[in-house]
């Protein structure tokens, strides 16, 4: 019997979907295993057994941003993806604020899905490492993930580091959603829907606008992308 591509949990209390899901994930190759209280599923997620962590949102037990923030404070490393009911956007930001590392909507196509799985998996276990970048008077701290100004800090995600960290060795031109979904989000297809990229620079935006007093450094191009710039 061939070995699995990797291990996936999928904490899901809809009997309907998680059979779906763990379905879908073992015809491409994964080895499933659906929890449908919360609690477990944390237990579960934490036990380091998993090479990804599927967590809806709505769950008995402790609810899924609950168990997001709990498996990233003990294993800051763990993939997981959200999923989210309707694409609600206030779940995705709150998903996102706890640690996940992508989201899918419910009701989501298989071909999202694999899409997100496989870029997640993919990009797991390549921590931004202790690079330092200075810009526009901020010190973006890889190694510890933080952001200084003066006094001032922010926390920063690994994907927020990883997207300045992209944007600074690019900044002499525009880089494009799409790029960033390939070469960032490590997505084979750009082309799949997702507003993932517009809420991550979302938040880094208001991370550094705090930190700056009023300077966005990340200066959108409408209709071509985004660009890194100290002034303007």
Not at 10 to 34: K, W
Not at 121 to 137: A, C, F, N, T
Not at 187 to 203: C, G, N, W
Request: hydrophobic share 40%.
């Amino acid at each position: 019997m061939a070995q699995p591509k990797a291990t996936v949990l999928v904490v899901e209390d809809d009997p309907a979907i998680s059979r779906g899901l763990c379905d879908v994930l073992v015809f491409n190759g994964y080895a499933a295993h659906g929890v449908a209280d919360g609690t477990d599923g944390c237990r579960m997620a934490l036990s380091g057994a998993y090479d990804l962590v599927l967590l809806d949102v709505m769950l008995p037990g402790m609810d899924g941003f609950a168990i997001c923030r709990e498996v990233r404070r003990q294993r800051p490393t763990q993939p997981v993806i959200i999923l989210t009911a309707k694409g609600s956007e206030d779940d995705v930001v709150t998903g996102f604020g706890a640690g996940a590392d992508d989201y899918v909507s419910k009701p989501f196509s298989l071909r999202e899905l694999m899409v997100r799985v496989e870029a997640v998996l993919r990009r797991s276990g390549k921590p931004v490492g202790d690079e330092q970048i200075h810009i526009g008077g901020i010190r973006f701290d890889g190694a510890n993930l933080q952001a200084f100004a003066g006094d001032r800090s922010e926390p920063l995600t690994r994907r927020e580091m990883d997207i300045i960290v992209y944007l600074f060795r690019h900044q002499d031109r525009i880089v494009s959603k799409a790029e960033l979904l390939t070469d960032v989000w490590h997505y084979t297809d750009p082309a799949v829907e997702t507003r993932t990229v517009d809420i991550h620079i979302l938040k880094l935006r208001k991370k550094i606008v705090t930190l700056t007093g009023g300077a966005e450094l990340i200066h959108t191009v409408r209709g071509q992308g985004y660009r890194l710039e100290a002034d303007r």
